[in-house]
T-cell receptor
């Protein structure tokens, strides 16, 4: 799982509560990503950030928020507006890609979120 | 829009036999293609990528993949499977231009290697 840590490993949330998932990397990567993984659906991009203080919505951003105040940190908040938040959440980082190449992403170990 | 199809939810193979995990893609223009592997309750690990050049790409743990532009495929192969290869495999694609630096992943193929 390289130099990316995610905490906690397991997280339980009551309906109506916001919860924040942590992602930290020591790889000196500029780009960071959040994915959601559901059985049989693969990985879907929630948010990504190519540089500090900047981030973009992915394919399923509704009900989620992020911040990128430091290069090494990209926390994800799952808000009460997310209707079906139970899933496995994966954070990744990479050297930013250009038009002539695409650098592979390095993934953290994941956080499994369960809504009670 | 870019997309990836992994037509098999599960592939079963005997140890020592060759294995193939299939992937087809759809993008506008040329693709960047990737394979990742995931062990239970873990993050994804990078196996190999195709950017340009030789259509046969060699990666980690003896895996290789062949880029076939006419068939829009990027199948993952290994000449001799090991029980330890059992895991979930993901193919991913990004368009060279217009992809927005975003990868699109397939739904995954569960590989089971049995003795």
């Amino acid at each position: 799982d390289g130099g990316i840590t995610q905490s906690p490993k397991y997280l339980f949330r009551k309906e109506g509560q916001n919860v924040t998932l942590s992602c930290e990397q020591n790889l000196n990567h500029d780009a960071m990503y959040w994915y959601r993984q559901d059985p049989g659906q693969g990985l879907r991009l929630i948010y990504y950030s190519q540089i500090v203080n900047d981030f973009q919505k992915g394919d399923i951003a509704e009900g989620y928020s992020v911040s990128r105040e430091k290069k090494e940190s990209f926390p994800l908040t799952v808000t009460s507006a997310q209707k079906n938040p139970t899933a496995f959440y994966l954070c990744a980082s990479s050297i930013p890609s250009s038009g002539s190449s695409h650098n592979e992403q390095f993934f953290g170990p994941g956080t499994r979120l369960t809504v009670l | 829009a870019q997309s990836v199809a992994q037509p098999e939810d599960q592939v079963n193979v005997a140890e020592g036999n060759p294995l193939t995990v299939k992937c087809t893609y759809s993008v506008s223009g040329n693709p960047y293609l990737f394979w990742y592997v995931q062990y239970p309750n873990r993050g994804l690990q990078f196996l190999l990528k195709y950017i340009t050049g030789d259509n046969l790409v060699k990666g980690s743990y003896g895996f290789e993949a062949e880029f076939n532009k006419s068939q829009t495929s990027f199948h993952l192969k290994k000449p001799s499977a090991l029980v330890s290869d059992s895991a979930l495999y993901f193919c991913a694609v990004r368009a060279v231009t217009g992809g927005g630096n975003k990868l699109t992943f397939g739904t995954g193929t569960q590989l089971k290697v049995e003795l």
